[in-house]
């Protein structure tokens, strides 16, 4: 059984900053959270990101929207990694909040 789980990151930024820094950071994140997450596909439509990825052997997409004053995340996560959420998404919004605020 799958499981949504969705967090928002408020910022500052407008919607077309939050975007830059959002595309041109991603290759960081995505090597800060290696030990725990491999992300296998990443596709912009607008100001929406869906992605695959993949945690503990099991496989879980989502979607990164950028918004004027927030960025929403929503991944839907199999049963295991939504056991494990608690510690997944304190990294994901820490990440996040440093790429967005790294000028």
């Given at each position: 059984?799958?499981?949504?789980?969705?967090?928002?990151?408020?910022?500052?930024?407008?919607?077309?900053?939050?975007?830059?820094?959002?595309?041109a950071g991603l290759g960081t994140m995505?090597?800060?959270?290696?030990?725990?997450?491999?992300?296998?596909?990443?596709?912009?439509?607008?100001?929406?990101?869906?992605?695959?990825?993949?945690?503990?052997?099991?496989?879980?997409?989502?979607?990164?929207?950028?918004?004027?004053?927030?960025?929403?995340?929503?991944v839907t996560l199999p049963w295991?990694?939504?056991?494990?959420?608690?510690?997944?998404?304190?990294?994901?919004?820490?990440?996040?909040?440093?790429?967005?605020?790294?000028?």
């Amino acid at each position: 059984m799958s499981t949504p789980v969705t967090i928002s990151i408020p910022h500052r930024l407008g919607k077309a900053e939050a975007m830059r820094r959002l595309q041109a950071g991603l290759g960081t994140m995505r090597g800060n959270l290696s030990a725990l997450v491999k992300i296998d596909q990443e596709i912009w439509s607008g100001e929406t990101l869906r992605f695959q990825m993949r945690a503990l052997g099991q496989s879980a997409a989502g979607t990164i929207e950028v918004l004027e004053d927030s960025v929403r995340v929503e991944v839907t996560l199999p049963w295991l990694l939504a056991k494990l959420s608690e510690r997944l998404l304190p990294a994901l919004r820490r990440e996040a909040t440093l790429l967005l605020e790294k000028r």
